[in-house]
């Protein structure tokens, strides 16, 4: 039986009261040393309040591959939707009922992936929301972009990010991660792209996922990848914080098994900062 983890369960809540202050979503992949992976997305809800999760299926061939989308209760778990085809992206969708819902996604191979619990509330603004205690928002005049660490990778605020997640990782007993350029280069480009376009989501507008990302800078090689998101928060502790009191979040965070991250920030015209981290494993 799977039980709810509270307002903060999975990767992330899904409170959508009203416009929110700062937000954060997360994403996992699943792979082999062959370079097959299968991804899936955390459940959320669309602009016009329906629930929506993908999955997609890369490196591996053509073959079946399946989504199924869970509601969280007593008992078994059921799906309430699902879905197959044999490559690239699947999407499924389904009209939103108030609940705790999470993603999983096979393959007929045995790949897999799984989200944790997402709660969803079903307002239309779709937007997930950290909580409790959301950090308030920048100023509303455009602030300078970060400046670049001379002689390193990523600017100051970056490696703040950096050296507190590491902190974190210490007290868990894993291993320092290391900044890498080309993570750092995927990181740096979505929080971009997110706050020039003036959306939040692991998929890119132009369909790309946190892989193709990460693959699209020059990364090769790897075992495991996820990815963290954030807006809103205003400072490198402020968006730690509230990756650490979000369990999907923390997850990725304190995973010994990975030993790489990057680490992006960018504004947008209201000053408003993305962050993401991308973490990979080789």
Request: aromatic share 6%; net charge positive; charged share 15%.
């Amino acid at each position: 039986m799977r039980r709810p983890l509270g307002v903060l369960a999975g990767f992330v809540s899904l409170a959508t009261i009203s416009m929110p202050i700062a937000t954060a979503d997360a994403a996992v992949a699943a792979g082999t040393a062959a370079g097959c992976r299968v991804e899936v997305s955390l459940p959320s809800l669309t602009s016009t309040g329906k629930i929506q999760s993908s999955a997609t299926r890369a490196g591996c061939g053509r073959g079946l591959f399946r989504l199924q989308v869970k509601r969280v209760e007593p008992g078994p778990d059921p799906v309430v939707r699902s879905g197959s085809r044999k490559t690239g992206r699947l999407t499924v969708t389904l009209a939103c009922e108030p609940g705790s819902y999470y993603a999983f996604a096979t393959d007929y191979r045995g790949h897999t992936a799984k989200s944790p619990t997402a709660k969803l509330t079903c307002s239309p603004t779709g937007t997930p929301t950290p909580s409790p205690s959301p950090t308030p928002t920048g100023s509303a005049s455009p602030t300078p972009t970060p400046t670049p660490t001379p002689g390193g990778v990523g600017s100051a605020e970056e490696n703040e990010v950096l050296r507190l997640t590491n902190a974190e990782r210490a007290k868990g007993g894993c291993q320092p991660l290391k900044h890498d350029p080309q993570l750092h280069q995927a990181a740096l480009g979505h929080s971009t792209d997110m706050a020039t376009q003036n959306y939040f989501s692991h998929t890119s507008k132009d369909g790309r996922s946190f892989m193709d990302r990460i693959r699209g800078a020059g990364f090769t090689g790897g075992s495991a990848w996820a990815e963290n998101i954030a807006m809103g928060q205003t400072t490198p502790a402020a968006v730690m914080n509230s990756w650490m009191n979000s369990a999907g979040h923390k997850a990725n965070i304190m995973n010994c098994k990975y030993t790489l991250i990057g680490v992006g920030a960018a504004k947008n015209s209201k000053g408003q900062i993305y962050w993401t981290q991308d973490f990979a494993a080789r």
